[in-house]
Each structure stands twice: as structure tokens, then as C-alpha cells.
């Protein structure tokens, strides 16, 4: 039993002793109709290179982790470290460019702050000679202004008798 998903995948169902390639060249040798053709066998040819690659690629990562090293060659091993000494220059570069970015943000940041200290500090000034003026003009109106009143006195009479009157 062959099945294709909806997604394009391919599921096969049939006897352990038996596999699809196995299924299907029996099938042509019976009924006389082709099945694999020149553009079937290109697909099945790309496929196993591209499993090649992939294969190739993982063992060279696996290199570069530095894991599998011990049955290289010299070359490869120079190879390796090549490419690694490479890497590590890109990612310094990269690390410099970042560090003289923030660098660069931290410097006008610095400055914008400057600017807005001094700001503010115009604005105190100006606040508080503002606030001078009408500190004096209220001043000399509330003296103007200012009556004499009798002061209030008050009769405090305690709620207990005093206990040293007791004794």
C-alpha cells in the first residue's frame, strides 16, 4: 500500500521482507508499463547527492564543534583551522562594529544630556526670578495688608481634680 498526504508525503505499508523499489520493478516487469523513467531516475540520482551533502556537512560541523577530529588528515585539520581562525575574525569585526555603535549612541546621549541640564537649569533660573519678584511683591502687600488682632487666651480647667491636692 503506497499513500500520498496532501502535503506531498510519501507513506508506504508493506511485508518486512519486502521494500518499494523491490514493489515496483515487479510491478513493471508484470504489467510492461514503465514506471521509472529518465526524469524519475535524475530525481532519485539528486536525492542521493543532496544525502551525500547533507552527510558531508554534518561530519564538517562536527569538525568545526571539534568533535570526530581524530581520524583527520593534517590538511583537513588545517583546513578546520582555517576556517575557524576566519570565523572568529568576521566575529570580532562584527563585535567592534557593535562596541563603536554603542560607543557612538553612549557619546550622543552624553551630550543630549548636557544640553538638557542646561536647559533646565535656564529654567530654574528663570523660574526663580520669577518666583522672586512675586515673593517680594507679596511681601510688601501682606505687610500693607497686615492688622494688629487682639490675641485669643484660653482657661484650661482639668476634667480631674489634681491628686497632689489629696495628699
Given at each position: 500500500l503506497v499513500i500520498f498526504a496532501s502535503s506531498g508525503k510519501m507513506h508506504e505499508y508493506c511485508s518486512p521482507s519486502t521494500n518499494l523499489i523491490h514493489m515496483?520493478?515487479?510491478?513493471h516487469?508484470?504489467?510492461g508499463k514503465r514506471l521509472w523513467d529518465a526524469k524519475h531516475e535524475n530525481l532519485s540520482n539528486e536525492i542521493d547527492r543532496i544525502k551525500k551533502e547533507n552527510d558531508s556537512m554534518q561530519i564538517e560541523l562536527r569538525h568545526l564543534k571539534g568533535e570526530d577530529i581524530t581520524s583527520s588528515q593534517y590538511k583537513e585539520l588545517m583546513n578546520i583551522e582555517d576556517g575557524l581562525g576566519n570565523g572568529l575574525t568576521k566575529v570580532r569585526d562584527k563585535q567592534m562594529e557593535l562596541f563603536k555603535m554603542k560607543q557612538r549612541n553612549g557619546e550622543m546621549l552624553e551630550e543630549e544630556n548636557q544640553q538638557l541640564g542646561y536647559v533646565l537649569h535656564q529654567q530654574e533660573m528663570t523660574a526663580m526670578n520669577g518666583n522672586m519678584r512675586e515673593f517680594e511683591n507679596g511681601f510688601h502687600q501682606k505687610v500693607r495688608d497686615f492688622q494688629p488682632q487682639m490675641p485669643l487666651?484660653?482657661?484650661?480647667?482639668?476634667?480631674?481634680?489634681?491628686?497632689?491636692?489629696r495628699i
Open positions: 515496483l520493478d515487479r510491478y516487469k508484470a504489467s487666651s484660653f482657661r484650661v480647667q482639668p476634667m480631674q481634680p489634681n491628686l497632689h491636692e
